[in-house]
């Protein structure tokens, strides 16, 4: 009987004991439950967006067919012409490409997209640097293309223009058309606008009535056409009054010009609008020595060559 008594009293024990458990666990859901939750921490950065300082953004490697050299016969020769956009590149290359392959040789001449496409076509040069798309008569001709990095093409004002705003898409269609001819209709000074337009071989003026005009033509009461595709004449003709475009590398590190935003976007961030990408022009069947200097164009040393402009 005792035995039996003792068992009674340790089957109530913990019947007991699992009672006051399961009330305090419930008691801490319930406080739990009572308490809101955290937000999550949103990340944001300090860090002004402008000019002289864009967000950094990732740069895609080089597109090429053609596997990467390792070795070039001494006396190999590749002559390029083409875009004014892809100077930095060319020569940046350059240095690289010889200095790989002791012996080889790069030499270009930048006359615009178009006059190195009609060489390449006319079999002048081995390659062809272009910042347009190819034409469907050149992909008949026979031409390829390699990705060699992605661009923006910038719009410009000299430092000392009175207009300090944004630009919309609408806004850049309606100066370069000729709708806009004052600054006074974009928020700036009661001033004359003068367009600094560039000449049809120039990619970058193909890139750019297609991007930013919907392929209509720059035009207009206040157009000036330089003669030649280059930037530095450009810059150096905007005064007070004037707008120019050019590739983006060339004119972020001016000290007298302003980069003008987009719809609030400056070049390098993801959403500003006139992006495109800078190209080499072959025609097939390429050549060894156009097989290895595109094939270098993917190796390495060449993409940091590359990203360095």
Known sequence: MAQKNNTLSLLLALLVTGGILGVGARFLLKQNASVDPQPVAEVTSNTAVSPNNPPTMPTAAPS????????????????????????????????????????TRVEFKAQGSSKGIEALIAGQ?????????????????????????????????DKNNGFRQTLTTEQVRAIFTGQTTNWSGVGGPDMPIRVLNRPPVSGTYSAFTELALNGQDVNGPGVTTLERDETTGMLQQLGTDGIGYATYQQIANQSTVRIVPINKAFPEQPEYPYQ??????????????????????????????????
Do not use: C, H, W
């Open 64 to 103: 090429t067919p053609f596997s990467a050299p390792t070795t070039v016969a001494s006396g190999t020769q590749i002559f390029i012409d083409g875009s004014t956009s892809m100077v930095g590149i060319n020569v940046a290359l350059k240095a690289a490409f010889e200095s790989k392959f002791p012996g």
């Open 125 to 157: 040069v081995d390659v062809a640097a272009s910042s347009r798309p190819l034409k469907p008569e050149e992909v008949a001709a026979g031409l390829n293309t390699v990705v060699v990095k992605p661009d923006q093409i910038a719009l410009v004002v």
């Open 276 to 309: 495109r990408q800078l190209l080499y022009v072959y025609k097939e069947p390429a050549s060894e020595a156009v097989q290895a200097f595109l094939g270098f164009v993917g190796a390495p040393e060449a993409q940091s060559a590359i990203n360095s402009q």
